[in-house]
Structures are given as C-alpha cells and as structure tokens.
C-alpha cells in the first residue's frame, strides 16, 4: 500500500511538472533581427543623432544665419535680371515687377542641406564616401532650391492665386522627392560603384 501511494504521489508530481512547463516555459526565444534590420536601426540612430546636433547648432547660433537669407535674395534677384525681370533685393526682399517676395530661413534651402547632410554621415560607409556625397550634395540641394525660387516668382508675378498651392504643396513634396533622389544617386554612384574604397559595415 505505500509504495502504491508513493507512486501515485510521483506520478501527480510529473504531470503537474509536465503542466507547468508547458504554462511557463523556461526559455523565451526573442525574435532574431535580420541584417536590413541591424542596417536600419544602425542608420537611424546616428542620423537623429545628427539632426538634433544641427538643429541645437542652429537654434542656438540663429542670428548668424541671416546672411543665408540676404545672400539667397540678392542672387535670386541676379538671376531674374539675367532673364530680363526688372528685379532688386533689398535685405531679405526680393522686389520684382508688380510682385515681391521675402526670403527667411526655410527659402535658403538650409533645412533641406541639413536633413541631407545627416543622411550622409549616418549612412554607414566610408569618410571618403561621405565627403564626397557632401561636398557634390551641397551644391546641387542649392541649384534645385534657387530653381524652386525663380520658378515660384515666376508663378507669383504670372498667376498669383495658385502661388501659394505652388510655394507651401507643390515645392514641398518635389523637393521631399529630390533629397531622397540625391541621396539614392550618392549610394548607387559613389558608395556601391566604389569610386574611393571599399564600403564598411
């Protein structure tokens, strides 16, 4: 008789055990991260890293960056002299037949070379890459922005009731598009076709 209780009191045992286990297991397999999204969270890290550093620098040295604006308007009014408007800046004012227009730190394209800027630096490859994708960026975020400018005075002195659907939908959403266009064109052209060196990860 005892052993026969014993028996049943082990057998109890296993199959509470085997309940337990089978309630609370004790591992927890957590999800494996693929590479692409190892890569990602590796790009998306530095590149807030970098555009809160940007934006600190520039919200704390903001004064210092008019010239920016003045500088954009007196070449803006340049380049529609050349194309036979009657133009004049005046500081930030741009004052071009019937129409004018005022140049501030979003018209610079500043904003745009900043969230470019920061997509360089956090895309991992190498310095000479991302010196490269600087230097070539810069200039062409600048030559799309005074492009945008001349275009919208144009729409401003021709049809100015759609300037506004033009300045504040049109250019914002193209101009989205071109940053995303440039930097696809740094990584295929100069990153993947390995112009310096050979790619780090």
Not at 31 to 39: A, G, H, I, T
Not at 106 to 123: K, P, R
Not at 170 to 198: G, P
Request: proline share 3%; with cysteine.
């Amino acid at each position: 008789m005892s052993r026969s209780k014993n028996d049943k009191k082990i057998k109890g045992s296993r199959i509470h055990d085997q309940r337990s286990r089978s309630i609370f297991p004790k591992k927890i397999e957590l999800p494996k991260l693929s590479k692409k999204n190892v890569q990602i969270i590796r790009f998306i890290g530095p590149y807030l890293f970098y555009i809160a550093l940007f934006t600190g620098i520039y919200v704390v040295f903001q004064e210092r960056f008019i010239f920016l604006s003045t500088a954009t308007a007196s070449a803006l009014s340049v380049i529609m002299s050349t194309f036979g408007v009657e133009s004049s800046a005046y500081g930030q004012s741009v004052y071009m037949n019937d129409f004018s227009v005022r140049v501030i730190d979003e018209c610079t394209g500043m904003y745009e070379l900043l969230v470019y800027t920061g997509c360089v630096l956090a895309y991992p490859t190498t310095i000479k890459n991302k010196v490269a994708g600087i230097i070539l960026g810069i200039p062409a975020i600048l030559i799309i922005n005074m492009f945008r400018l001349m275009f919208l005075s144009f729409v401003g002195m021709m049809y100015p009731a759609l300037f506004s659907y033009a300045h504040y939908y049109l250019w914002q959403v193209t101009f989205i598009f071109l940053i995303v266009f440039a930097m696809l064109m740094w990584i295929e052209k100069i990153v993947k076709s390995k112009v310096f060196e050979k790619q780090v990860y």
